[in-house]
Structure formats: structure tokens, C-alpha cells
């Protein structure tokens, strides 16, 4: 699964309200849907063992982006 952020793509408009403290993506609901439905993981080769075992145990952007054993 992936979030938002993912389907962002080069030309889409981003509505940011400072005061309100969002940024909306302002593309349709079905547009969202179809890019989800295509959306693919990129999945780079690590060397490091840290970055591998971060790789596996690290939370979402949205939950601070800490390791969870």
C-alpha cells in the first residue's frame, strides 16, 4: 500500500494553507484510485546492514519515521 505521497506526479497542482497546516494534492478521487491500482514499490539493492535493517523496521513518514522492533 502506499500513501499520497507516492502518487504524486510531475505537473500536479498542490494546494499549501500555512495557517491550517495542510497541503492537499489536488487531483481527482478516481485519478488517486487509478494511480494507486498502477502504483509499483521501488525497491533498491542495499549494501549497508544498517540501512537494510532500516529498511525493514522504520515507520511511515507519517509516523515519524523511527525504527520499530
Not at 15 to 36: A, C, F, Q, T
Not at 56 to 61: D, H, L, Q, R, W
Amino acid at each position: 500500500m502506499c500513501g499520497p505521497i507516492a502518487l504524486v506526479q510531475e505537473g500536479d497542482i498542490i494546494e499549501i494553507d500555512i495557517p491550517g497546516k495542510r497541503m492537499d494534492l489536488k487531483v481527482s478521487p478516481e485519478e488517486l484510485e487509478r494511480r494507486r491500482a498502477a502504483w509499483k514499490p521501488y525497491v533498491q539493492a542495499v549494501d549497508s546492514p544498517f540501512l537494510n535493517r532500516y529498511r525493514k523496521v522504520v515507520t511511515s513518514g507519517a509516523k515519524g519515521a523511527v525504527l520499530e522492533d
